[in-house]
């Protein structure tokens, strides 16, 4: 019989904050437990002390999960909560992503200053994002925009954009609906032709292998359509040792007993890439998104790797 608290480790930022206290209300109402047997313990990240440099330049996607992950394989957490497309592909020994929630909406939001769409900025506009992906997508589309790193909380993004920093900036549907901030923005991009990175808007539950207490608890509230799709998307983006030095996007999409993937690289110039489709069975979803990312990886050769180094 648990007595203390469960203790859910989280980023300080007010996104996190909310996908935390989902976590939390789930399970609240999965197991009809009181608010006061869980605690959330906030931790800041390395990620969240340095924001004005890109993650490729300070260290990729660990940054927002290592200081967290520390407190968990030391037992000092039960759970932490994160958002999925910001974990790595390799987790720290002993730890393993055991549950995803509900999946939020995939697509990334327009937030525009001087025009509603990027097509329709003016010439030579400047568009700011942190995400390469977003960056090399951008370029594609209009190749005249200059992009420009962008970082920090949704806040502080959407104000440097009221400043007149940049003409418009791009962010993830799933936490502007998340913050309750979706008026802000000015046009939602098709996944068909503006993929996601894998695994965007979906929340996933880091815990210790081994732990039945906790893979129990957490077992109640994870989503297997969520699971089984950004399992097939992480595997993606593992075989293409995927980082954020990496443009990389991918979205599955589970019907029935079946899973549809769509994945692709580009380089950061948005000039060239090279595109995948590929469907089977559910069952098989991590062994779908390897496979596509081998594939993925062998047409588009070292050089294709090299050139972004």
Known sequence: MQTKPF?????????????????????????????????????TTTGDRITDRSLAEIGGKG?????????LALG?????????????????EGLYLSAYLPREDIRDAV?????????????????????????????RMRPDINVITFRGLVDTRLRKLAEGQ?????????GLKRLGKVEVLTDILDPDTFPPA???????????????????LLAAINDPATFDAVSCERAFLGALDGSCRTPIGGYAICEGDQIKFSGLIITPDGRHQHAI????????????????????????????????S
């Not at 007010?14 to 206290?21: D, F």
């Not at 940054?63 to 407190?71: A, G, R, S, V």
């Not at 062998?298 to 050089?303: D, I, L, S, V, Y």
């Open 111 to 139: 937030v525009g200053r001087t025009a509603p769409k990027l097509i329709d900025l003016p010439h030579g506009a400047t568009v700011g994002s942190s995400s390469l992906r977003r960056q090399a997508l951008i370029r």
């Open 198 to 216: 894998p695994a965007q808007g979906a929340i996933a539950i880091e815990s210790r292998i081994g732990d039945e207490r906790i893979d129990n």
């Open 277 to 308: 489709s590929i469907d089977g069975n559910r069952r098989d979803a991590a062994a779908l998104g390897t496979r596509a990312g081998q594939d993925v990886r062998a047409r588009a050769g070292t050089t294709f790797f090299d050139d972004w």
């Open 7 to 43: 203790r859910i480790g989280t980023r300080g930022s007010p996104l996190a904050l909310a996908q935390a206290h989902e976590a939390r209300d789930r399970l609240m109402a999965a197991h009809g437990l009181p608010e006061e047997m869980f605690e959330i313990v906030v931790l």
């Open 166 to 174: 940049v003409d418009a900036t791009l962010l993830a549907l799933a």
């Open 63 to 71: 940054l927002f999960t290592q200081e967290l992950e520390e407190k």
């Open 76 to 92: 000092e957490l039960d759970f932490a909560v994160h958002s999925a497309k910001d974990m790595p592909t390799v987790l720290p």
